[in-house]
């Protein structure tokens, strides 16, 4: 059987239990020119809740009653497929659910001799391109500068820094709570951490960053952004990634106040998706693969077991639960 | 006698009387290397606002006691100068005051066999290269893109928006009143004008923008600013100008709550200063001053007669009551 999870309602803020719903059908075959994946790792990402919303965005909504959109990785089961075979890996949007149908679209093999599968869902995939790019087209780092990452200790956040740490910058990050500060000047090397939660980010920052922050690597948005916003240096870059601190709150919060200093300060806030750099993502795999069997760029997860879970784990990320990336494994079937 | 208007105060919201004073000194005499400027006319600009807050920013602020800064245009009246004769025509930034001593520095001489004195204040100067610039290079405008210009009644943003018509853009431009609004359409060749003191933006830019805003040319900030965040087109540019909503806003508004959606578009929002692009002010103007001969570019000018009454046309500025560049006749000495 395949046991899957759907969207049952779309949230009010922080998604309930009652916005899910549990369904099993059959283990679907192959039509012509398709194959099944038995999916064994989910990504769980902040965007997954952009996507339980109606308005329109970058994609279209999950529809009501669907099976809830995700990354994920997995081996090739059957196949009417001429270029995908039984036992194949593979990355790609499958779904919350234990076996997918897919014509192929957006699926990429992987080679597990490089790294394990479930590397693919973070540093060898979407989080190390969306680090990559964002930081090096969208943020223009330039080395000796001085870098601040938001949701440092998170998927994407982790790799930024780590990049920024490669390309010769100062190395800020921001996260939530001592254990994950230590773990990035410690761990990953960064060069300071400051804890939102301890307070006080803009007195933090100006004493981290004396001259001004040249890029930002923005995950939250919200006050942290609207702080670092104050404390730009001339020229500075802000690539906006993600918003997580706003993708719950339906309260509409104070907006940012500070953007007038992109003015004062020649500054650029540009946001991106990392789908604009897809022609690009076979480069950035070869030079992140590289770092990564270097051991310059670590590649943390943070596994929740169980299909049934990922509700769960999607709420890891709004509370801060999480460190490094996200992902659910799905029992063995 | 040279009068001057000095700097007796800094203001706590919009300027006041007694924010002020009023100074009568003797006529200078030139030291070596320097020249005496008699001023016709003044520049009066919403960046003068800044100038009077003590924070720091891109230039200092002007001192307590200091004869206020502003840019004009005057002529040569006694020299010990290799650069400038008497008789010479100047632009520069000479203060609000009728005679001014200078070095030269920042001081260029003026063509008035091209166009009148004051036009080296509106569309052939710092006016038109902050209309030029910000549009071509900070906005990086292409033929057949929807632009909005704010302020588009006022000095930069009728320049702006004639320059994006020249460009085969189409041009909406949002001002305050129905005359202005006319005035845009029907003088100045804008494709649409939106009142913002009639109320609804939002509707009136989705009617006149079906397709999003590929280009916004900011100069008011706030409110307007945040509409059109909400409806941009993918790839779309924000130059940021000014932010003339809040220059005098002390209770510190609410923020900007839309620029999550500079995600969602692949939308980037710059900040610039003019002063960035000195290098190519000379290509900028010769460009300008074809426009201007061919009548594709028209310059108005709103002039208030009087030294004294630079404060108040100061205030014009944020009342909205000025109709193109905002000058002060300097009375003839």
Chains 1, 2 share one sequence.
């Not at 997918?100 to 093999?109: E, H, T």
């Not at 800020?172 to 000047?185: E, N």
């Not at 540009?270 to 795999?285: S, T, Y």
Request: proline fraction near 6%.
């Amino acid at each position: 059987m395949n046991h899957q999870v759907r969207l049952a309602a779309r949230p009010s803020g922080l998604p309930r239990p009652t916005d899910w719903s549990f369904a099993t059908e059959a283990v679907p075959d192959p039509g012509p020119g398709q194959f099944v994946v038995a999916v064994s790792h989910l990504s769980i990402d902040p965007a997954m809740r952009g996507w339980m919303d109606a308005r329109p965005s970058y994609i279209p909504p999950v529809e009501i009653g669907a099976v809830m959109r995700a990354g994920g990785v997995g081996r090739v089961t059957a196949s009417e497929h001429p270029g995908f075979a039984v036992g194949d890996e593979v990355v790609g949007v499958f779904g919350v659910q234990e076996y997918a149908v897919s014509g192929g679209q957006g699926v990429m093999k992987i080679d597990t001799s490089l790294a394990p599968p479930v590397t693919y869902l973070g540093a060898l995939g979407m989080t190390g391109f969306t680090a990559y790019f964002g930081l090096l087209d969208t943020g223009k780092l330039k080395p000796g500068e001085t870098v601040v990452v938001s949701g440092a200790a998170g998927a994407v956040g982790s790799v930024a820094g780590q990049i920024a740490k490669i390309k010769g910058c100062r190395v800020i990050g921001i996260a939530g709570g001592p254990q994950k500060c230590r773990w990035l000047t410690e761990e990953l090397g960064f060069d300071a951490a400051i804890d939102y939660r301890a307070g006080n980010v803009r007195k933090a920052l100006r004493e981290h960053a004396p001259r001004g922050v040249d890029v930002y690597f923005d995950n939250v948005g919200g006050e942290i952004l609207d702080t670092v916003l104050a404390n730009l240096a001339v020229g500075a870059r802000i690539a906006l990634c993600g918003a997580i601190s706003g993708y719950n709150d339906m309260r509409h919060p104070l907006g940012l106040r500070n953007t007038t200093n992109l003015i004062v300060k020649c500054g650029t806030m540009r946001g991106f998706l990392v789908m604009q750099f897809a022609a690009r993502f076979g480069a950035a795999i070869a030079e992140l693969a590289a770092w990564a069997a270097a051991g310059t760029i670590k590649s943390e997860i943070d596994v929740v077991e169980g299909l049934e879970n990922a509700p769960a784990a999607l709420r890891r990320l709004f509370a801060g639960e999480n460190l490094g990336k996200q992902l659910v494994k799905v029992a063995a079937p």
